[in-house]
């Protein structure tokens, strides 16, 4: 299993939007960079992710599961852009904001922290560990 970050504005596709699909999943649609493409291309179904609010919150809020892997993204009709599916799994008890993260000598290698740009992005799974942690699982 291989662990992953996904990167959305709350305010255009947040983590109560992601719980309210259910176990049918939604799209994570609209990526245009490839190399967050490539990691989604890399994906299986059961592999598990954060769920991370940008912008103003900048936190980890929740864990969810691929559900479905690469596939034509249904928002364009360029055949370079795919997506997954992924479906909510459980909020973290306390949302770990950035600036949590990179107080934390241990992290001080995660992508999040090297790229904090980046919509989708790998997660170590000695990273995962310590998130959850933090997150109260």
Known sequence: ??????????????????????????????????QARNFMRDMAIGDLGFFYHSLKEKAVVGIVEVCATAHPDSTTDD??????????????????TLDMVKADPRLSEMVLVKNSRLSVQPVRPEEWDIICEMGGL
């Open 79 to 96: 055949d370079r852009w795919e997506c997954v599916d992924i479906k909510a799994v459980k909020p973290l008890k306390t949302p770990v």
């Open 1 to 34: 299993m291989n662990y992953w970050l996904f990167k959305s504005e709350p305010n255009t596709w947040g983590w109560d939007d992601q719980v309210a699909k259910g176990d049918a999943g939604e799209e994570w649609d609209g990526v245009r960079n490839y």
